[in-house]
């Protein structure tokens, strides 16, 4: 008997269950779906991305509602047009055997008038984006004030998103009395927010633990220099022949640029952003789904989309601002039943995020070695010897045979073998031969390993908080966005660290330089960069703990809280805003550019 027989679903339900070659429920759905049919209420339901969520509040929700009735009975809000497209069409899916019953797609870069004449034709469930919701609601093209039920499906993507607000002003559209229905695979506390403003006590149901990601996926960092993350990119799809993968990138300029250098260098690559158009991004998606593009590199928001059972691999190319994405991100493979494996390419300033991430997700790292160049020619000789092995013989090729046969008649079996395998071989070798190990040495979370610590007298009374100091840094020293780690900006001064072999560099720069008249100071510290130390060892130099007179010395960069300054920078309180050109020129000026 089919497992889902049990939960107490309808028979055209059960027949589309059927039909889609489902025999056994996950365990969101065990779960959820028999408190759902059994009881009208609330529900928070926390599970990790592509444990079958949808189908968990889908099967509840086509079994209460009346088909017969043509008005909107239910809200689905989901955070991308990509995620809305495909919940549509799993709930068309689901419903198939139910006459009558409608489900309307509602999300931005499509016509509202048509999306706005199918609800009116009739459409028991709008699946829609909070956007595109909140502008057909203020154009009174649609009328949720009567709906029964409202669903919040990946509630924190949305959130993370910035779209409390639109939640909060579509929820105040819909009647006290609807049953909501809130599903995420992270429980921050914005997520907690939303269910208590606007949830009446309800159930919860927890697959595993609060935030902790799946049990099939498994997790490896590759620890490397800054500017080697490209390089050790390439290794890991060289070494994992059979890779069909998902790359992450914080914004869409390195997708961008990653998608493109794979794609020079020969791999099936494509980039999925927000900036390309919604034709481009259909064309992505349908390539990859096909797998006709093996490596897709794509942003965190752009991926909310992304619904593919086969994915084997996916790649940090960089690690999330917000820790809490690394579920998500994780969450695009290990799924249908199937193993994966996230890997996280990092550098030694961003250790300690890994700790974090395993609090969060409760599963421990691996720490692995990129592979050298000889081991992936080993791999890629045996996965094609693997291939040879498996391929089905074409008969067609025996008309040919005899005069094969006759051009290569002079050799051993042995000598063939060693011949057509050398073509695949030597076009990794030849690449590989002289390449030199990408890992960087070990060290543990928090530790800069083998770095060299400096004061400098500078801090926030001049402008700085630790982002935008080390943007200055950086500049200044010609260094990598990494290679610059540690920041601790004080009041008056502040401390950074860099690698060992840049510690001449640092000193020299920073030997009589002058902005605006004033030294700019650096020394190297005994400070060992501890939260709250005040800083420790000899500084030459006359001047006086804040580190000379107290001109106004601006700085520039983002601004946000966190990051390399564990004392979390002084937030809103600096005049700092993006870079400063006098900075600017001051630098170009040491370089010999202006």
């Not at 429920?25 to 059994?38: C, D, F, G, M, R």
């Not at 924190?156 to 009395?177: A, C, Q, V, W, Y």
């Not at 000379?548 to 002084?570: M, V, W």
Request: with cysteine; proline share 2%; aromatic share 8%.
């Amino acid at each position: 008997m089919n497992k889902f027989e049990q939960l107490g679903l309808n028979p055209s339900i059960l027949k589309a269950v059927e039909d889609m070659g489902f025999e056994s429920p996950s365990e969101v759905q065990e779960k959820a779906i028999p408190v759902l049919l059994k009881e009208d209420t609330d529900m928070v339901a926390l599970a990790q991305t592509g444990t079958g969520k949808t189908a968990a509040f889908g099967f509840p929700l086509i079994q209460k509602i009346n088909a017969n009735n043509k008005h909107t009975q239910a809200l689905i809000l989901s955070p991308t047009r990509e995620l809305c497209l495909q919940i549509t069409h799993e709930i068309k899916n689901y419903s198939k055997h139910e006459q009558g019953l409608h489900a309307v797609a509602v999300y931005g870069g499509a016509s509202i008038t048509d999306q706005a004449r199918q609800i009116e034709r009739g459409a028991q469930i709008i699946v829609a984006t909070p956007g595109r919701m909140q502008d057909m609601i203020n154009r009174k093209l649609v009328n949720i004030s009567k709906i029964e039920y409202c669903v919040l499906d990946e509630a924190d993507e949305m959130l993370n998103m910035g779209f409390f607000e639109d939640i909060k002003n579509i929820l105040s559209h819909t009647p006290k009395e609807k049953h909501t229905w809130l599903f995420s695979a992270t429980m921050p506390k914005e997520v907690a927010t939303i269910a208590k403003k606007f949830m009446r006590t309800p159930i919860e149901i927890t697959v595993g633990s609060k935030n902790q990601g799946t049990s099939n996926v498994s997790h490896e960092y590759y620890l490397v220099n800054s500017r080697q993350r490209y390089e050790a990119l390439k290794r890991l799809a060289d070494a994992n022949p059979d890779i069909f993968s998902v790359i992450f990138c914080r914004t869409k300029r390195d997708t961008q640029k990653v998608a493109e250098k794979l794609i020079e260098d020969g791999y099936s690559a494509a980039a999925l952003h927000g900036d390309l158009s919604q034709n481009q991004r259909d064309l992505v998606m349908k390539s990859f789904r096909t797998k006709q593009i093996q490596m897709l590199v794509a942003t965190d928001v752009a991926a909310r989309g992304i619904d593919v059972d086969d994915i084997t691999h996916v790649i940090n190319y960089q690690l999330p601002d917000e820790i809490e994405t690394y579920t998500h991100r994780s969450g695009r493979t290990g799924r249908a039943g199937k193993s994966g494996v996230s890997m996280v390419i990092i550098t030694k300033s961003e250790m300690r995020k890994i700790k974090s991430i395993e609090r969060i997700i409760q599963q421990k790292f691996e720490q692995k070695d990129i592979p050298d160049g000889m081991e992936i020619c080993r791999v890629q000789l045996f996965h094609l010897a693997k291939n040879i092995k498996d391929t089905e013989i074409n008969r067609e090729i025996d008309a040919y045979l005899p005069g094969i046969n006759e051009v290569l008649e002079d050799f051993s079996k042995e000598e063939l073998i060693k011949k057509f395998f050398s073509v695949e071989f030597t076009r990794f070798f030849n690449y590989y031969k002289n390449s030199s190990g990408l890992s960087a040495p070990s060290a543990s979370a928090g530790d800069g390993g083998d770095s060299t610590r400096y004061f400098i007298n500078v801090g926030a009374k001049d402008g700085f908080d630790w982002m935008s100091l080390k943007d200055f840094l950086k500049a200044t020293l010609d260094l990598g966005r990494d290679d610059v780690f540690k920041v601790d900006v004080k009041d008056s001064f502040s401390f950074f660290n860099t690698d060992a072999k840049s510690t001449e560099n640092v000193l020299n720069t920073f030997k009589d330089f002058q902005h605006q008249g004033r030294y700019i100071n650096v020394e190297e510290t005994k400070d060992t960069g501890g939260r709250g130390n005040r800083g420790g060892g000899k500084r030459k130099g006359k001047f006086n703990k804040g580190g000379g007179k107290q001109d106004s010395f601006k700085g520039g960069g983002r601004r946000r809280s966190g990051g390399d300054n564990a004392s979390g920078g002084r937030r809103g309180k600096s005049k700092a805003g993006n870079r400063n050109k006098n900075i600017e020129n001051s630098i170009k000026r040491r370089r010999g550019k202006k």
